[in-house]
């Protein structure tokens, strides 16, 4: 592992996961549904701390793959809330993967979550 640290190995991922065989696509990597659900999971922690109700992810931006990723490497998603709108929360993700001891970046993405009532209503983050 690379002695300097760069800001998202100080500060705590989201979740952090190794990935397994059962997770790889036909061609050995892993299957990049995978990486969403993730994702999706992750940045709905990030959400969540903005309200006490139900959330439901609204939208997934923009999410690129730029590296894949392998079997048995340790992927941290790493989550920054970049808006809070009256129903709303906007979350920003960035995905790493250790690899030979350096940190490889293997997407980044924006999402959105909502709060919803329990009719499935959009409704205030808080009262
Ligand atoms: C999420 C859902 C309740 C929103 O309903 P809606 O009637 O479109 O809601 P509204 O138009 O009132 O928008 C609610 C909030 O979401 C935001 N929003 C809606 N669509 C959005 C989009 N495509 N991108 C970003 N934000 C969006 C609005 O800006 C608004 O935010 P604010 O209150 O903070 O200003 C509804 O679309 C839904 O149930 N979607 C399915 C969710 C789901 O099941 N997700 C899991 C994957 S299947």
Do not use: W
């Not at 990723?69 to 709303?88: D, L, Q």
């Not at 929360?89 to 329990?118: F, P, Q």
């Amino acid at each position: 592992m690379d002695t300097q640290q760069s800001p998202k190995q100080i500060r705590d991922p989201a979740v952090r996961v190794v990935l397994l065989p059962k997770d790889t696509n036909q061609h050995g990597t892993i299957f990049g549904g995978v990486i969403l659900a993730h994702l999706d999971i992750a940045g709905g922690v990030e959400a969540a701390k903005h309200t006490d109700h139900p959330i439901v992810t609204v939208a997934m931006n923009q999410v690129v793959f730029k590296e894949p990723v392998h079997v048995g490497e340790v992927v941290s998603f790493y989550a920054s809330t970049t808006k809070v709108g009256r129903t709303s929360v906007s979350v920003h993700m960035d995905v790493e993967a250790c690899r030979g001891g350096k940190l490889v970046h293997v997407t980044a993405a924006d999402l959105v979550y909502v709060s919803i009532d329990k009719n499935g209503v959009p409704r205030p983050l808080r009262p």
